[in-house]
């Protein structure tokens, strides 16, 4: 994974979770019931098995996780990798979550925050977040990572179901205690969202990076308290950045001239993307003395970017903005 490439043409399995197989089942919250029904594509298994879930989209840890591969014999896993911090996980995960709902049961969402599980984080050779995978009758298959709009996405669940059909994985997840659909009251329509804030969304989701920046850039213009189109332009901006870059050949230009103020900022973007916040910091405070007076003013522009992104409580950013305040002062 050493970019945000755009969806692949075909699915790969290239994980080992055979450790998580093994592993003994625990009991509790999140825990698929068995199913029924019969094995789906299964001549006796009649129609479709279903499997009860308390909820299509439910959290996964190192210790659960095998409950989920015994899940994927019936129904496909979709796995979200993601992490508090990260910022275009945030935007990533309501379009899977939409997603997975709107498929009514074809599909199951797991979710895995990276930091708290690392056997499954290193199972699935997370090295940048966000990432997403499927399991299909116990095999992972790796899908794409970074935040892609929702078309592609859906475009990339689509393929797993194909790959679930062929593989007679036909069965439908079913929440507990889920009502009929007839007596199911309506979801209330969510708070509509300001509206550059809303043409940024859309402007994302179909890929247009530049005009989701100009858009929180306009509402900023207007309002420049506004923290959320701040949060949300740091966000894209880095997105934005990361479109095509290989990671092998930034990290060489960053080698080659450690006094390279973009090539080592191109190498903090990719640490922040995967997660390596300290290591991104330490690259960028630690050039910031060489520069010049420009070159201070854009790594400190590029620091108050991640601080927007991984969010200002954090212990890391606190750390990170004390050593540059000592660095400016």
């Not at 699935?124 to 399991?135: E, G, K, L, N, Y």
């Not at 059909?165 to 069965?171: C, F, P």
């Not at 230009?253 to 993307?273: E, R, T």
């Amino acid at each position: 994974m050493t970019n945000v490439p755009p969806l692949p043409a075909g699915l790969r399995g290239a994980v080992d979770l055979s450790s998580l197989v093994e592993r003994p089942s625990a009991g509790g919250a999140g825990r698929p019931a068995p199913a029924t029904g019969g094995a789906p594509g299964t001549p006796d298994g009649g129609a479709a098995a279903t499997v009860g879930v308390p909820s299509l989209v439910i959290d996964a840890t190192d210790e659960t996780f095998a409950q989920f591969l015994e899940l994927s014999n019936t129904v496909p896993v979709i796995v979200d990798l993601w992490a508090e911090w990260c910022g275009p996980c945030k935007q990533l995960s309501p379009v899977l979550d939409k997603l997975v709902t709107e498929y009514a049961g074809r599909l199951v969402l797991a979710k895995v925050d990276v930091d708290a599980n690392p056997q499954l984080t290193q199972a699935f050779q997370a090295q940048s977040i966000p990432a997403v995978a499927a399991v299909v009758g116990g095999r992972p298959v790796q899908l794409f990572v970074g935040a892609l709009p929702e078309a592609q996405v859906r475009d990339a669940f689509e393929q797993v179901l194909e790959l679930a059909a062929q593989n007679g994985v036909t069965g439908r997840a079913v929440v507990d205690g889920a009502p009929d659909v007839e007596g199911e009251a309506p979801e209330p329509e969510p708070e509509p969202l300001p509206p550059h804030h809303q043409d940024a969304y859309d402007a994302i989701d179909r890929g247009d990076y530049d005009a989701a920046i100009a858009a929180y850039k306009t509402a900023i213009a207007q309002d420049p308290r506004d923290q959320l189109a701040v949060a949300g332009l740091a966000q894209v901006s880095l997105i934005a950045r990361l479109q095509g870059v290989t990671l092998a050949e930034v990290r060489e230009a960053a080698a080659a001239d450690p006094a390279d103020l973009d090539a080592q900022l191109a190498v903090a973007d990719l640490d922040v993307s995967g997660g390596h916040v300290d290591d991104a910091f330490d690259r960028v405070l630690t050039v910031f003395p060489t520069q010049d007076a420009a070159g201070r003013d854009r790594a400190r522009a590029r620091l108050l970017e991640y601080f927007e992104i991984i969010g200002a409580d954090d212990a890391r950013v606190v750390a990170a903005r004390r050593r540059l305040t000592m660095l400016l002062y």
